[in-house]
Protein backbone atom coordinates (compact mmCIF):
# COMPACT_ATOMS: atom_id res chain seq x y z
CA UNK A 1 0.00 0.00 0.00
CA UNK A 2 1.64 3.28 -0.94
CA UNK A 3 0.22 6.67 0.90
CA UNK A 4 1.28 8.16 -2.39
CA UNK A 5 -1.37 7.42 -4.27
CA UNK A 6 -4.46 7.80 -2.86
CA UNK A 7 -6.71 7.36 -5.62
CA UNK A 8 -6.14 3.82 -7.46
CA UNK A 9 -6.16 5.48 -10.74
CA UNK A 10 -4.15 8.68 -9.74
CA UNK A 11 -5.28 12.25 -11.27
CA UNK A 12 -7.43 12.50 -14.13
CA UNK A 13 -6.16 14.17 -17.77
CA UNK A 14 -7.16 17.91 -17.46
CA UNK A 15 -9.77 19.45 -19.66
CA UNK A 16 -8.06 22.46 -20.56
CA UNK A 17 -8.59 26.11 -19.79
CA UNK A 18 -7.78 27.24 -23.44
CA UNK A 19 -10.15 24.46 -25.04
CA UNK A 20 -13.24 25.81 -23.17
CA UNK A 21 -12.92 29.18 -23.75
CA UNK A 22 -11.44 28.27 -27.53
CA UNK A 23 -15.12 26.04 -27.97
CA UNK A 24 -16.87 28.73 -26.55
CA UNK A 25 -15.53 31.57 -29.10
CA UNK A 26 -15.99 29.37 -31.91
CA UNK A 27 -20.11 28.64 -30.99
CA UNK A 28 -20.35 32.35 -30.61
CA UNK A 29 -18.67 32.75 -34.09
CA UNK A 30 -20.80 30.31 -35.83
CA UNK A 31 -23.83 31.64 -34.13
CA UNK A 32 -23.68 35.03 -35.22
CA UNK A 33 -22.19 33.78 -38.84
CA UNK A 34 -24.96 31.61 -39.13
CA UNK A 35 -27.44 34.26 -38.33
CA UNK A 36 -26.26 37.25 -40.60
CA UNK A 37 -25.64 34.71 -43.45
CA UNK A 38 -29.01 33.42 -43.52
CA UNK A 39 -31.64 34.87 -45.77
CA UNK A 40 -35.29 34.76 -44.28
CA UNK A 41 -36.81 31.65 -45.13
CA UNK A 42 -39.79 31.39 -47.94
CA UNK A 43 -42.46 30.37 -45.36
CA UNK A 44 -40.97 31.07 -42.23
CA UNK A 45 -39.06 34.25 -42.36
CA UNK A 46 -36.44 35.17 -39.43
CA UNK A 47 -37.84 31.93 -37.69
CA UNK A 48 -36.15 29.87 -39.65
CA UNK A 49 -33.02 31.19 -37.52
CA UNK A 50 -34.09 28.91 -34.55
CA UNK A 51 -32.75 25.96 -36.63
CA UNK A 52 -29.36 27.07 -35.39
CA UNK A 53 -29.66 26.73 -31.57
CA UNK A 54 -32.85 24.26 -31.52
CA UNK A 55 -31.35 21.50 -34.09
CA UNK A 56 -27.73 21.36 -32.63
CA UNK A 57 -28.91 21.02 -28.85
CA UNK A 58 -31.24 18.21 -30.00
CA UNK A 59 -27.85 16.95 -31.86
CA UNK A 60 -25.05 16.89 -28.76
CA UNK A 61 -28.05 15.35 -26.62
CA UNK A 62 -28.25 12.37 -28.17
CA UNK A 63 -24.46 12.00 -28.55
CA UNK A 64 -24.13 12.71 -24.69
CA UNK A 65 -26.45 9.58 -23.88
CA UNK A 66 -24.49 7.83 -26.57
CA UNK A 67 -21.55 8.29 -23.92
CA UNK A 68 -23.61 7.38 -21.46
CA UNK A 69 -24.53 4.16 -22.98
CA UNK A 70 -20.93 2.83 -23.97
CA UNK A 71 -19.70 4.12 -20.72
CA UNK A 72 -22.61 2.34 -18.70
CA UNK A 73 -22.07 -0.70 -20.29
CA UNK A 74 -17.91 -0.45 -19.88
CA UNK A 75 -18.75 -0.02 -15.95
CA UNK A 76 -20.93 -3.47 -16.19
CA UNK A 77 -18.46 -5.18 -17.62
CA UNK A 78 -15.07 -4.22 -16.39
CA UNK A 79 -16.19 -2.44 -13.13
CA UNK A 80 -14.19 0.42 -13.54
CA UNK A 81 -15.43 2.99 -11.48
CA UNK A 82 -13.77 5.82 -14.07
CA UNK A 83 -16.75 4.60 -16.95
CA UNK A 84 -19.30 5.44 -13.97
CA UNK A 85 -18.31 8.86 -13.26
CA UNK A 86 -18.10 9.63 -17.12
CA UNK A 87 -21.32 8.43 -17.61
CA UNK A 88 -22.24 10.38 -14.66
CA UNK A 89 -20.81 13.47 -16.77
CA UNK A 90 -22.45 12.66 -19.90
CA UNK A 91 -25.72 12.10 -18.14
CA UNK A 92 -25.62 15.63 -16.68
CA UNK A 93 -24.61 17.41 -19.58
CA UNK A 94 -27.33 15.75 -21.87
CA UNK A 95 -29.84 16.43 -19.35
CA UNK A 96 -28.97 20.15 -20.19
CA UNK A 97 -28.85 19.95 -23.55
CA UNK A 98 -32.37 17.92 -23.19
CA UNK A 99 -34.02 20.76 -21.54
CA UNK A 100 -32.48 23.20 -23.33
CA UNK A 101 -33.85 20.97 -26.91
CA UNK A 102 -37.36 21.41 -25.35
CA UNK A 103 -37.50 24.80 -24.14
CA UNK A 104 -36.09 26.30 -27.76
CA UNK A 105 -38.58 23.67 -29.22
CA UNK A 106 -41.28 25.55 -26.85
CA UNK A 107 -40.09 29.20 -28.38
CA UNK A 108 -39.71 27.41 -31.82
CA UNK A 109 -43.38 25.89 -31.79
CA UNK A 110 -45.71 28.37 -30.91
CA UNK A 111 -44.81 31.08 -33.59
CA UNK A 112 -44.61 28.41 -36.22
CA UNK A 113 -47.23 25.93 -35.04
CA UNK A 114 -49.42 28.16 -32.96
CA UNK A 115 -48.54 26.32 -30.18
CA UNK A 116 -46.46 25.78 -27.29
CA UNK A 117 -46.45 22.00 -26.68
CA UNK A 118 -48.59 19.20 -27.88
CA UNK A 119 -48.53 15.28 -27.34
CA UNK A 120 -47.11 14.15 -30.32
CA UNK A 121 -44.54 11.20 -30.35
CA UNK A 122 -41.16 13.24 -30.89
CA UNK A 123 -42.07 15.94 -27.66
CA UNK A 124 -43.51 12.92 -25.75
CA UNK A 125 -40.64 11.09 -26.27
CA UNK A 126 -38.47 13.45 -26.24
CA UNK A 127 -39.79 14.39 -22.68
CA UNK A 128 -39.61 10.84 -21.47
CA UNK A 129 -35.66 11.13 -22.46
CA UNK A 130 -35.44 14.20 -19.82
CA UNK A 131 -37.25 12.62 -17.70
CA UNK A 132 -35.34 9.38 -17.32
CA UNK A 133 -32.09 11.29 -16.96
CA UNK A 134 -33.19 13.54 -14.47
CA UNK A 135 -33.98 10.36 -12.42
CA UNK A 136 -30.62 9.29 -13.43
CA UNK A 137 -29.43 12.26 -11.73
CA UNK A 138 -31.80 12.04 -8.86
CA UNK A 139 -30.57 8.06 -8.00
CA UNK A 140 -26.79 8.99 -8.24
CA UNK A 141 -28.04 11.53 -4.97
CA UNK A 142 -29.88 9.21 -3.05
CA UNK A 143 -27.16 6.51 -3.57
CA UNK A 144 -24.37 5.81 -1.09
CA UNK A 145 -22.39 3.14 -1.65
CA UNK A 146 -20.16 4.15 -4.97
CA UNK A 147 -20.09 0.53 -5.98
CA UNK A 148 -24.48 -0.34 -6.34
CA UNK A 149 -24.35 3.62 -7.02
CA UNK A 150 -22.69 2.76 -10.48
CA UNK A 151 -24.47 -0.64 -11.34
CA UNK A 152 -27.88 1.37 -10.86
CA UNK A 153 -27.43 4.14 -12.93
CA UNK A 154 -25.26 2.33 -15.48
CA UNK A 155 -29.45 0.37 -15.35
CA UNK A 156 -30.95 3.51 -15.88
CA UNK A 157 -28.38 5.10 -18.31
CA UNK A 158 -28.86 2.35 -20.62
CA UNK A 159 -32.53 2.49 -20.27
CA UNK A 160 -32.51 6.05 -21.19
CA UNK A 161 -30.25 5.61 -24.20
CA UNK A 162 -32.57 3.37 -25.48
CA UNK A 163 -34.80 5.96 -25.97
CA UNK A 164 -32.54 7.92 -28.20
CA UNK A 165 -33.23 5.73 -31.15
CA UNK A 166 -36.67 5.91 -30.51
CA UNK A 167 -36.61 9.83 -30.16
CA UNK A 168 -34.99 9.93 -33.41
CA UNK A 169 -37.20 7.92 -35.16
CA UNK A 170 -40.55 9.06 -33.64
CA UNK A 171 -41.27 11.01 -37.05
CA UNK A 172 -40.92 8.08 -39.09
CA UNK A 173 -42.78 5.76 -37.10
CA UNK A 174 -45.84 7.64 -36.13
CA UNK A 175 -47.61 10.56 -37.35
CA UNK A 176 -46.11 13.33 -35.64
CA UNK A 177 -46.68 17.35 -35.44
CA UNK A 178 -42.88 17.85 -35.71
CA UNK A 179 -41.54 17.31 -38.96
CA UNK A 180 -39.41 14.73 -39.85
CA UNK A 181 -35.56 15.35 -40.29
CA UNK A 182 -34.85 17.97 -42.86
CA UNK A 183 -31.51 16.24 -45.13
CA UNK A 184 -29.12 18.25 -46.99
CA UNK A 185 -30.90 18.78 -50.26
CA UNK A 186 -33.90 20.05 -48.82
CA UNK A 187 -31.63 22.53 -47.28
CA UNK A 188 -30.94 26.41 -48.96
CA UNK A 189 -26.81 26.18 -49.17
CA UNK A 190 -26.88 29.38 -47.08
CA UNK A 191 -28.88 27.73 -43.92
CA UNK A 192 -26.85 24.42 -44.44
CA UNK A 193 -23.17 25.89 -43.85
CA UNK A 194 -24.52 27.75 -41.05
CA UNK A 195 -25.71 24.43 -39.45
CA UNK A 196 -23.03 22.22 -39.87
CA UNK A 197 -20.96 24.61 -38.69
CA UNK A 198 -22.86 25.64 -35.38
CA UNK A 199 -23.50 20.79 -35.11
CA UNK A 200 -19.08 21.20 -35.22
CA UNK A 201 -19.14 24.20 -32.55
CA UNK A 202 -21.94 22.10 -29.96
CA UNK A 203 -20.58 19.24 -30.63
CA UNK A 204 -16.95 20.49 -29.45
CA UNK A 205 -18.56 22.56 -26.51
CA UNK A 206 -20.44 19.29 -25.55
CA UNK A 207 -16.92 17.32 -25.60
CA UNK A 208 -15.26 19.72 -23.52
CA UNK A 209 -18.39 19.97 -20.85
CA UNK A 210 -18.43 16.10 -20.59
CA UNK A 211 -14.88 16.18 -20.14
CA UNK A 212 -14.25 19.11 -17.59
CA UNK A 213 -17.16 17.80 -15.62
CA UNK A 214 -15.44 14.06 -15.36
CA UNK A 215 -12.23 16.00 -14.48
CA UNK A 216 -13.89 17.37 -11.43
CA UNK A 217 -16.01 13.99 -10.61
CA UNK A 218 -12.16 12.41 -11.01
CA UNK A 219 -10.59 14.45 -9.02
CA UNK A 220 -13.72 14.38 -6.11
CA UNK A 221 -13.18 10.87 -6.13
CA UNK A 222 -9.69 11.01 -5.62
CA UNK A 223 -10.25 13.35 -2.47
CA UNK A 224 -12.53 10.81 -1.27
CA UNK A 225 -10.65 7.59 -1.68
CA UNK A 226 -7.92 9.74 0.35
CA UNK A 227 -9.90 10.59 3.12
CA UNK A 228 -10.72 7.21 3.67
CA UNK A 229 -7.14 5.83 3.06
CA UNK A 230 -5.97 8.84 5.80
CA UNK A 231 -8.87 7.38 8.04
CA UNK A 232 -7.86 3.56 7.73
CA UNK A 233 -3.94 4.82 8.78
CA UNK A 234 -5.33 6.39 11.42
CA UNK A 235 -7.34 3.60 12.96
CA UNK A 236 -4.53 1.52 11.88
CA UNK A 237 -1.68 3.60 13.89
CA UNK B 1 -54.97 37.45 -41.86
CA UNK B 2 -53.04 34.79 -40.64
CA UNK B 3 -49.85 37.17 -39.71
CA UNK B 4 -50.82 37.93 -36.69
CA UNK B 5 -47.31 37.84 -35.36
CA UNK B 6 -45.49 41.40 -34.49
CA UNK B 7 -41.97 41.45 -36.49
CA UNK B 8 -42.63 37.96 -37.80
CA UNK B 9 -41.76 36.59 -34.32
CA UNK B 10 -38.61 38.13 -34.07
CA UNK B 11 -39.08 38.04 -30.25
CA UNK B 12 -39.14 34.44 -30.28
CA UNK B 13 -35.96 34.04 -32.27
CA UNK B 14 -34.19 36.62 -30.06
CA UNK B 15 -35.52 34.93 -26.70
CA UNK B 16 -34.05 31.01 -28.33
CA UNK B 17 -29.88 33.06 -28.83
CA UNK B 18 -30.21 34.56 -25.15
CA UNK B 19 -31.42 31.14 -23.04
CA UNK B 20 -29.12 29.12 -25.26
CA UNK B 21 -26.15 31.95 -25.14
CA UNK B 22 -26.62 32.17 -21.33
CA UNK B 23 -26.99 28.18 -20.63
CA UNK B 24 -24.19 27.52 -22.45
CA UNK B 25 -21.73 30.38 -20.98
CA UNK B 26 -23.45 29.56 -17.47
CA UNK B 27 -21.56 26.02 -17.78
CA UNK B 28 -18.83 27.03 -19.23
CA UNK B 29 -17.88 29.07 -15.95
CA UNK B 30 -19.72 26.56 -13.65
CA UNK B 31 -17.11 23.80 -15.21
CA UNK B 32 -14.27 26.13 -14.72
CA UNK B 33 -14.44 26.64 -11.12
CA UNK B 34 -15.87 23.04 -10.67
CA UNK B 35 -12.74 21.46 -11.62
CA UNK B 36 -10.87 24.16 -9.86
CA UNK B 37 -12.50 23.32 -6.59
CA UNK B 38 -12.36 19.68 -6.63
CA UNK B 39 -8.78 19.72 -7.37
CA UNK B 40 -8.03 22.24 -4.71
CA UNK B 41 -9.84 19.38 -2.23
CA UNK B 42 -8.13 16.77 -3.33
CA UNK B 43 -4.85 18.20 -2.85
CA UNK B 44 -6.20 19.10 0.50
CA UNK B 45 -7.23 15.78 1.37
CA UNK B 46 -3.82 13.94 -0.19
CA UNK B 47 -1.91 16.42 2.31
CA UNK B 48 -3.77 15.30 5.22
CA UNK B 49 -3.22 11.76 4.26
CA UNK B 50 0.89 12.56 4.49
CA UNK B 51 0.81 14.39 7.77
CA UNK B 52 -0.67 11.56 9.53
CA UNK C 1 -15.10 -8.14 -6.93
CA UNK C 2 -17.85 -9.44 -8.30
CA UNK C 3 -18.00 -12.73 -10.05
CA UNK C 4 -18.23 -13.52 -13.90
CA UNK C 5 -21.57 -14.88 -13.68
CA UNK C 6 -23.00 -11.88 -11.50
CA UNK C 7 -21.65 -9.77 -14.24
CA UNK C 8 -23.10 -11.50 -17.04
CA UNK C 9 -26.61 -12.08 -14.46
CA UNK C 10 -26.49 -8.13 -14.65
CA UNK C 11 -26.21 -7.92 -17.85
CA UNK C 12 -28.73 -10.02 -18.83
CA UNK C 13 -30.77 -8.27 -16.32
CA UNK C 14 -30.47 -5.09 -17.89
CA UNK C 15 -31.13 -5.99 -21.20
CA UNK C 16 -34.46 -7.72 -20.28
CA UNK C 17 -35.77 -4.94 -18.65
CA UNK C 18 -34.80 -2.58 -21.63
CA UNK C 19 -36.67 -4.33 -23.94
CA UNK C 20 -39.54 -4.82 -21.33
CA UNK C 21 -39.66 -1.44 -20.92
CA UNK C 22 -39.13 -0.37 -24.52
CA UNK C 23 -42.13 -2.47 -25.46
CA UNK C 24 -44.16 -0.77 -22.61
CA UNK C 25 -43.84 2.76 -23.25
CA UNK C 26 -43.57 2.43 -27.17
CA UNK C 27 -45.10 -0.84 -28.04
CA UNK C 28 -49.14 -0.10 -27.51
CA UNK C 29 -48.51 3.41 -28.96
CA UNK C 30 -48.71 2.64 -32.58
CA UNK C 31 -51.78 0.96 -32.18
CA UNK C 32 -53.25 2.74 -29.92
CA UNK C 33 -52.05 6.31 -29.98
CA UNK C 34 -52.81 7.72 -33.08
CA UNK C 35 -51.66 11.12 -32.83
CA UNK C 36 -54.52 12.74 -35.83
CA UNK C 37 -56.99 11.10 -38.59
CA UNK C 38 -56.92 11.65 -42.12
CA UNK C 39 -60.32 13.02 -43.42
CA UNK C 40 -60.73 9.92 -45.10
CA UNK C 41 -59.94 7.66 -41.94
CA UNK C 42 -62.28 9.94 -39.88
CA UNK C 43 -65.35 9.86 -42.41
CA UNK C 44 -64.96 6.13 -42.81
CA UNK C 45 -65.56 5.71 -38.98
CA UNK C 46 -68.78 7.18 -40.10
CA UNK C 47 -71.57 7.69 -37.04
CA UNK C 48 -68.52 6.94 -34.88
CA UNK C 49 -66.54 9.89 -35.45
CA UNK C 50 -69.13 12.11 -34.38
CA UNK C 51 -68.82 14.40 -31.21
CA UNK C 52 -65.96 12.55 -30.02
CA UNK C 53 -62.71 14.68 -29.05
CA UNK C 54 -60.51 13.61 -31.91
CA UNK C 55 -56.87 15.48 -33.78
CA UNK C 56 -57.94 15.96 -37.54
CA UNK C 57 -54.63 16.37 -39.95
CA UNK C 58 -54.29 16.88 -43.74
CA UNK C 59 -53.76 20.00 -46.20
CA UNK C 60 -55.85 22.80 -46.28
CA UNK C 61 -57.92 22.95 -49.58
CA UNK C 62 -56.72 25.88 -52.02
CA UNK C 63 -59.42 28.20 -52.34
CA UNK C 64 -61.61 27.23 -49.23
CA UNK C 65 -60.20 29.48 -47.06
CA UNK C 66 -62.95 31.90 -45.55
CA UNK C 67 -61.91 34.58 -42.75
CA UNK C 68 -64.38 36.58 -41.23
CA UNK C 69 -62.29 39.12 -39.49
CA UNK C 70 -65.06 40.75 -37.74
CA UNK C 71 -66.02 37.86 -35.87
CA UNK C 72 -62.85 36.07 -35.70
CA UNK C 73 -64.31 33.44 -37.44
CA UNK C 74 -62.02 31.28 -39.82
CA UNK C 75 -63.60 28.39 -42.07
CA UNK C 76 -61.20 26.00 -44.05
CA UNK C 77 -61.31 22.30 -45.47
CA UNK C 78 -59.31 20.09 -44.58
CA UNK C 79 -58.23 17.24 -47.61
CA UNK C 80 -55.93 14.17 -48.09
CA UNK C 81 -56.57 14.01 -51.60
CA UNK C 82 -59.61 11.57 -51.65
CA UNK C 83 -61.64 12.84 -48.33
CA UNK C 84 -62.47 16.61 -47.80
CA UNK C 85 -63.88 17.99 -44.16
CA UNK C 86 -65.26 21.71 -43.78
CA UNK C 87 -63.87 22.93 -40.31
CA UNK C 88 -64.82 26.01 -38.72
CA UNK C 89 -62.19 27.32 -35.77
CA UNK C 90 -62.29 30.76 -33.64
CA UNK C 91 -59.65 33.13 -33.72
CA UNK C 92 -56.73 34.16 -35.87
CA UNK C 93 -54.80 31.58 -37.26
CA UNK C 94 -51.03 30.89 -36.78
CA UNK C 95 -48.74 33.12 -39.20
CA UNK C 96 -48.05 30.23 -41.39
CA UNK C 97 -51.28 29.20 -42.09
CA UNK C 98 -51.95 29.43 -45.81
CA UNK C 99 -53.73 27.60 -48.65
CA UNK C 100 -52.06 24.11 -49.25
CA UNK C 101 -50.76 23.99 -45.62
CA UNK C 102 -50.25 21.29 -43.55
CA UNK C 103 -52.25 21.85 -40.52
CA UNK C 104 -53.78 19.45 -37.73
CA UNK C 105 -56.92 20.73 -35.61
CA UNK C 106 -57.98 19.30 -32.40
CA UNK C 107 -61.56 19.43 -31.67
CA UNK C 108 -64.92 17.31 -32.42
CA UNK C 109 -67.02 16.31 -35.56
CA UNK C 110 -69.94 17.84 -35.50
CA UNK C 111 -73.16 15.83 -36.69
CA UNK C 112 -73.53 18.47 -39.13
CA UNK C 113 -70.41 17.64 -41.62
CA UNK C 114 -68.66 20.54 -40.03
CA UNK C 115 -65.21 20.27 -37.58
CA UNK C 116 -65.30 22.60 -34.80
CA UNK C 117 -62.01 23.44 -33.87
CA UNK C 118 -60.75 24.43 -30.36
CA UNK C 119 -57.03 24.28 -31.51
CA UNK C 120 -55.49 24.91 -35.06
CA UNK C 121 -51.54 24.03 -35.68
CA UNK C 122 -49.85 24.13 -38.59
CA UNK C 123 -47.45 21.53 -39.55
CA UNK C 124 -44.35 22.32 -41.41
CA UNK C 125 -42.42 20.80 -43.86
CA UNK C 126 -38.89 19.62 -43.55
CA UNK C 127 -37.60 22.18 -45.89
CA UNK C 128 -36.08 25.26 -45.86
CA UNK C 129 -36.14 27.56 -48.84
CA UNK C 130 -34.30 30.81 -49.40
CA UNK C 131 -37.41 32.88 -50.93
CA UNK C 132 -36.14 33.10 -55.00
CA UNK C 133 -35.86 36.57 -55.52
CA UNK C 134 -33.88 36.68 -52.30
CA UNK C 135 -33.68 38.74 -49.29
CA UNK C 136 -30.34 40.00 -48.77
CA UNK C 137 -28.63 38.83 -45.37
CA UNK C 138 -27.64 41.94 -44.99
CA UNK C 139 -31.53 44.00 -45.16
CA UNK C 140 -31.70 40.98 -43.33
CA UNK C 141 -29.79 42.00 -40.21
CA UNK C 142 -31.25 45.34 -40.54
CA UNK C 143 -34.70 44.35 -40.41
CA UNK C 144 -33.48 42.23 -37.18
CA UNK C 145 -31.69 45.11 -35.56
CA UNK C 146 -34.58 47.54 -36.15
CA UNK C 147 -37.03 45.17 -34.56
CA UNK C 148 -35.26 44.38 -31.13
CA UNK C 149 -35.30 48.19 -31.05
CA UNK C 150 -31.29 48.51 -31.24
Known amino acids: MSPATPSQFGPPKPAPVWLGWGAFLFFLFTQVYAVATSPADAMMGHLQKMMYVHVPAAWVTFAAFGVVLVASLHFLWKEDERADLLAASA??????????????????????????????ARLTSTLVLFLIFVGYLSLRSFVEDPHRRGQ????????????????????????TLHQIQSNPRGLSPEYLRGLLLNLAAFTLLTIWFIWRRYEAARYERAAEHAAQAAALGDNNG | MGSQLENGGISYVVASYVITWVVLGVMLVRLLGAARRAKAEYDQAAKGEFRT | MTSKRTKWGALAAVGVLAVAFAWLIYGGLDSNVV????????????????????????????????????????????????????????????????????VVVEGRYGRDGVFKSTSLMVKHSNEYKAPTKGERPSEMYKSLMKSTGT
Open chain 3, 35 to 102: YFLTPKELLAKGTEGYDKPVRLGGQVKPGSVVWDEQKLDLRFAVTDGTGEIAVQSKGAPPQMFKDGQG
Open chain 1, 152 to 175: WSAAVGILGAINVPIVWMSVRWWR
Open chain 1, 91 to 120: AEVGSLFCGLTLVLGMLWGRPTWGVWWSWD
